[in-house]
């Protein structure tokens, strides 16, 4: 069956290092998005990308940069790891032109000591 | 910038009773709104949503209803059960793209 999977599932990482947080979808979705959550502050959008090669920043795109090199994956970088980046993370897929719902990845769970 | 606001932040129903839950968007451009449930530790997940050229949308016992004057978007839940507890997120997708907004959410409490 197709999916949307996220690795890893839980990470440590401490202040200063590069992290990088994997999205993989099998569904052939177009667009991929990621986002924070938050306590208090719901979803947040970081980075979106509508294909290949294109991608966009989000409302809070500071400190994260993405690629897109193919349809199947997005990765969310951390270029250097803040006490403000720890939260929880999903990555989110969705067809595009035939439909808007959005499909989520199970998370990753991230701590920056 | 683009904002959804989302009241109440919790909400405690007793079981059978209906719930409400409120959103208001700034972008008029937004053409499309989805409303996703969030169990505790799990992924969200679209349990309804509207389009801008309807004004209400029913599902069994949830119901979405869309003001686009006012910017304004309610979910309903009615004869509601401990099973609907979750976190509720409303949402704005801007149109001509898939940008989508979040609202903050609502916990939501039914007991039983």
């Known amino acids: 069956d197709a999916e949307i999977t996220q690795s890893p599932r839980h990470k440590i990482t401490e202040t200063g290092r590069q992290v990088t947080l994997a999205c993989h979808q099998t569904?052939?979705?177009?667009?991929m998005f990621w986002y924070r959550q938050d306590l208090g502050h719901g979803l947040r959008l970081i980075h979106y990308s509508y294909g290949v090669q294109d991608t966009n920043k989000g409302e809070v795109s500071d400190g994260y940069s993405v690629s897109r090199s193919n349809t199947e994956d997005l990765p969310l970088t951390l270029e250097s790891a803040a006490s403000s980046q720890t939260s929880v993370y999903f990555c989110?897929?969705?067809?595009?032109?035939?439909?808007?719902?959005?499909?989520f990845g199970p998370g990753t769970r991230l701590t920056v000591t | 910038g683009e904002n959804v606001e989302q009241h109440p932040s919790t909400l405690s129903v007793q079981e059978g009773d209906s719930a409400v839950i409120k959103c208001t968007y700034s972008d008029s451009a937004s053409n499309y709104f989805p409303w996703y449930k969030q169990e505790l530790g799990k992924r969200p997940q679209l349990i309804i949503d509207?389009?801008?050229?309807?004004g209400e949308k029913k599902d069994q016992r949830i119901a979405v209803t869309l003001n686009k004057t006012a910017k304004h978007f309610s979910l309903h839940i009615t004869e509601t059960q401990p099973e609907d507890s979750a976190v509720y997120f409303c949402a704005a997708t801007h149109t001509g793209g898939f940008k989508t907004i979040f609202g903050a959410g609502t916990r939501l409490f039914v007991k039983a």
């Open positions: 509207i389009r801008s050229n309807v």
């Open positions: 989110a897929s969705s067809e595009g032109e035939a439909g808007y719902e959005q499909y």
């Open positions: 569904w052939n979705h177009n667009n």
